[in-house]
């Protein structure tokens, strides 16, 4: 880890394995059991594919402020524009949710989004997109701080935020394609269930979303999709976790219900932990099958 905020995080979550989030749906840490198709959907990222390239063209990645009437407290985002943006030319987005320890600047803390695009769009592998990274701890006082645990209820109320507050205001303030074959949500952990429960919640504005190592919060797999034909018609639904992830088996019980049910979805498992290396190569190959139609 190259943060320290991240690895005491981590150093957190492995050293209480027993601590259940309050009023989560799904059991949190657990044995591992790996079944026969817990394996990796892509090969291992090719060299170079997270270094700084100063030949290529790059991003602009800026925190902005918006007022949430749901939390009634002016509050931040982080927003990538992708090299060459333009309000003259409208762009899809996708909304990327951090994790229970995290805030508006984990994912540039964990994976650096605006390096893998910089470098995915110079080499034809990812479309042009606007990437919004917000707090999805919906409370006054959205800090990770404390007993970061004792904020889950407010990742609940966070889906009220980003419809109401967060969306508008970056279809407000940015040059988007603002519908739903053009909108993305996806997020680890904490964010990963957040992604599963609003995306899979509201098919009408969302057909692309993922799921990363997904949390206890991750709503119970026939609550997710009472209606599994509903699902059939997003464009891409994500499942990715590390093989030695104690949280695996929410991915996989998702992945189950999923294959049983004849939803189409990608399932991804690599060799990784609950960590930032297995979030970062995700992300990376999540932002390649987002192939946004013309």
């Not at 992604?195 to 026939?222: I, M, Q």
Request: charged share 20%; glycine share 8%; hydrophobic share 40%.
């Amino acid at each position: 880890m190259k943060t320290t905020a991240c690895t005491l995080l981590l150093a957190m979550l492995t050293a209480l394995p027993a601590q259940e989030p309050p009023g989560q749906p799904r059991k949190a840490w657990s044995s591992i059991v790996l079944h026969e198709d817990d394996k990796p959907a892509f090969p291992p990222p090719p060299q170079g594919w997270d270094t700084h390239r100063e030949t290529i063209p790059h991003g602009t990645l800026a925190m902005i402020e918006y007022d949430s009437k749901t939390v009634g407290a002016r509050r931040r985002m982080n927003v990538y524009t992708p090299p060459g943006y333009s309000p003259g030319t409208k762009l899809p987005v996708l909304y990327l949710l951090h994790g229970i320890g995290g805030d508006e600047t984990e994912w540039e803390r964990f994976a650096n989004p605006a390096l893998l695009l910089d470098n995915l769009i110079a080499d034809g592998k990812a479309s042009p997109m606007i990437v919004v990274m917000p707090n999805g701890r919906a409370q006054k006082d959205d800090r990770p701080t404390g007993d970061v645990f004792k904020h889950a209820p407010a990742f609940a109320v966070f889906e009220k935020d980003l419809l109401q507050d967060v969306i508008p205001t970056i279809e407000a303030r940015y040059a988007v394609l603002a519908d739903r074959d053009h909108r993305a949500l996806a997020g680890l952990s904490m964010g990963g269930g957040q992604s599963l429960n609003f995306g899979l919640g509201h098919p009408e504005l969302f057909a692309w979303v993922g799921g990363f190592s997904s949390a206890p919060n991750t709503r119970k797999s026939v609550e997710l999709l009472p209606d599994a034909a509903a699902a059939r018609h997003l464009k891409l639904l994500w499942l990715s976790c590390g093989s030695r992830d104690g949280l695996i088996h929410i991915s996989q019980d998702v992945h189950a219900w999923l294959k049983e049910k004849g939803v189409p979805h990608v399932w991804h498992v690599t060799d990784h932990k609950h960590d930032a290396s297995e979030w970062k190569q995700a992300l990376y190959y999540f932002l390649q099958q987002l192939r946004f139609p013309s």
